[in-house]
């Protein structure tokens, strides 16, 4: 069963930078953000625009095989819209995802103000706990926090 959870967060930082680490900058951006996670992101298919998939190894580890792969199924600059979805990898399987897909509109508040909406759409073969999208919405919540710190450092 297919099902969604929305959230909302403000963040101190302009929406041409958030934009510009979320989507231009994403491949060197996340191992920075996310050491512990994320050892390294590369373009595995296409350039980086929309379609292209995205290939994370993940662990600190470097002989780590662990990995994941996310396709970029919506970039709209004009809109600062981008949406991932996972392909394969541990995000699915840790909690028995058949699909997960996110997406970030960004909007600005301020020259130094944005507001970023949140979505994630999952769905699940069984039966899945009370508190399913919650535990979907974690890491991004934690993704558009630490790349608002990184963005406020730089």
Partial sequence: ???????????GVGVEALWKGMTKDLVSVMPKIMPDIVQSVEVIEGD????????FKLGR???SKRQQ???????E???YRFALQVLEGPALTLRDFSSLTT????SAISEKETL???????????????????IAMQPVLSFVQLLEKLVLES
Avoid: C
């Fill in 1 to 11: 069963m297919a099902r969604e959870i929305k959230a909302q967060r403000t963040v």
């Fill in 48 to 55: 980086g625009g929309l379609g292209s998939v995205l290939l």
């Fill in 103 to 106: 997406t970030f509109q960004l």
């Fill in 61 to 63: 580890d470097p002989l």
């Fill in 77 to 79: 600059e004009s809109q």
């Fill in 116 to 134: 970023v909406d949140m979505k994630v759409e999952y769905a699940t073969e069984k039966e899945a706990a009370a508190n399913i999208g919650e």
């Fill in 69 to 75: 792969t996310e396709k970029i199924v919506e970039l």
